[in-house]
């Protein structure tokens, strides 16, 4: 089974940029693992921000935007506020079918 | 607006079966979409357990597979979860999820296995 692996933590300051990513075990990321980013406070069920690499929910906050770079997929928050403060998880999909949850990044915003 | 709710035992007895449903309101489970579960062990990540299609079809995580069955009832407009011969490592928040776009989630509900 495919290891999805992320940063464990990183910090941006606020008004700051940070970009998270996520790469396969497998090789590159693609469109075709149709990425997902999810944020989670704690207590709380996770949240969707993106699907499909860079595809925004209704109530995904437009400081969020995701896309591939160089064979991981990115999650880059730019102008970050405090109550971006959470643990963000990355989704691939291997075969249209199987799922592999991200090892998760910890943001801080400090 | 749909919305999920899990319910089941809270705490499992080592090598008995975790059982968990998950209601659905707002929208018929036999229109369409997947419906999965997903856990999350005590200060641990996201960990996808499985899907089911409206029409039974499922796909199961690799490494839980032999010990999972998820199955949906279209009467009662719930899906569930059976995990067998269960452990301590199996402690977990235990979410139920619309897994075409992992879009709406359920609140989670602890289960402990624990003698």
């Known amino acids: 089974q495919a290891v999805v692996t992320q940063e464990p933590s990183l910090t941006v300051s606020p008004g700051g940029t940070v970009t998270l990513t996520c790469g396969s075990s497998?090789?590159?990321?693609?469109?075709?693992?149709?990425p997902y980013w999810f944020q989670q406070k704690p207590g709380q069920a996770p949240r969707t921000l993106i699907y499909d690499t860079s595809n925004k929910h209704s109530w995904t906050p437009a400081r969020f935007s995701g896309s591939l770079l160089g064979g991981k997929a990115a999650l880059t928050l730019s102008g970050a506020q405090p109550e971006d403060e959470a643990e963000y998880y990355c989704l691939l999909s291997y075969s249209g079918a199987l799922y592999v949850f991200g090892t998760g990044t910890k943001v801080t915003v400090l | 607006q749909v919305q999920l709710q899990e319910s089941g035992p809270g705490l499992v007895k080592p090598s008995e079966t975790l059982s968990l449903t998950c209601a659905v309101s707002?929208?018929?489970?036999?229109?369409?979409?997947?419906w999965g579960w997903i856990r999350q062990p005590p200060g641990k990540g996201l960990e996808w357990i499985g899907s089911?299609?409206?029409?039974?079809?499922?796909y199961y995580n690799p490494s839980l597979k032999s010990r999972v069955t998820i199955s949906v009832d279209t009467s009662k407009n719930q899906f569930s979860l059976k995990l067998s011969s269960v452990t301590a490592a199996d402690t977990a928040v235990y979410y139920c999820a619309r897994t075409d776009a992992f879009d709406i989630w359920g609140q989670g509900t602890m289960v402990t296995v624990s003698s």
């Open positions: 707002g929208y018929s489970i036999s229109s369409g979409y997947y």
């Open positions: 497998t090789g590159a990321v693609t469109s075709g693992h149709y």
């Open positions: 089911i299609y409206h029409s039974g079809s499922t």
